[in-house]
């Protein structure tokens, strides 16, 4: 993996080793990203790529959401193994893998949490651990979830933890922008931290749904 800086941070390129292989049906040369052959347009197994690879993105936290969907949906349905029936079992099952490939690659991507964690991955970047200590506010929130008597209270807490997330993407934006992954690291360990009290607040609040006769 390579990095390089255009002014605008590091950006991150995946290499991939061997880049050009042999198609399994008739031997020409294919490049790694092929989903066919140039040649006999044999539908190609996957190879190893990373998600952004895959989906022909630029390598980055700050995508387009809508490029992406429109990427997954184009290829994936280039690639539905019910095109390929009389072309036998075998590039059914190579469709069949590459559309599950990019289906991989795209739940990754799609999601902020789980983008930045492959980021950072991908970069080496070791990650960090969520400390209550080191995030007063996030124990607040839990003892306001915790204390809240009715729904309502429990939407307002709700609320106050999606606008505390949507600031944690700002801020992973900015860093991973600015080629700043350490703290690209310590904002996803408490981006993380606010998702797990998320997902609390809708538990308690179905509970309290469920009390209403």
């Not at 991150?12 to 292989?21: R, S």
Request: hydrophobic fraction near 45%; charge should be negative; proline fraction near 5%.
């Amino acid at each position: 993996m390579s990095q390089s800086d255009n002014g605008n941070g590091p950006r991150i390129a995946g290499t991939i080793a061997g880049d050009m292989q042999p198609c399994w049906l008739c031997s020409r040369s294919v490049s790694a990203r092929a989903l066919f052959c140039h040649g006999c347009g044999a539908v190609l197994p996957p190879r190893e790529l990373d998600h952004f690879a895959r989906l022909n993105l630029e390598c980055r936290f700050d995508i387009d959401l809508e490029q992406l969907g429109r990427q997954h949906t184009g290829l994936t349905k280039a690639l539905d193994p019910e095109r390929f029936v009389a072309r036998g079992a075998r590039q059914q099952a190579h469709a069949r893998a590459q559309a599950e490939a990019m289906t991989a690659a795209y739940e990754v991507l799609r999601d902020p949490v789980r983008r930045a964690s492959y980021l950072l991955e991908m970069l080496g970047i070791e990650r960090v651990a969520a400390s209550p200590a080191d995030d007063p506010d996030a124990m607040d929130l839990r003892g306001d979830l915790a204390a809240a008597p009715d729904a309502a209270a429990v939407d307002r807490v709700a609320l106050d933890v999606v606008h505390r997330i949507e600031a944690c993407i700002r801020d992973l934006s900015i860093a991973f922008r600015t080629g700043l992954t350490g703290n690209a690291a310590r904002v996803l360990a408490r981006l993380e931290d606010l998702e797990a009290i998320a997902e609390a607040a809708r538990e308690r609040r179905a509970a309290f749904t469920d009390k209403t006769p």
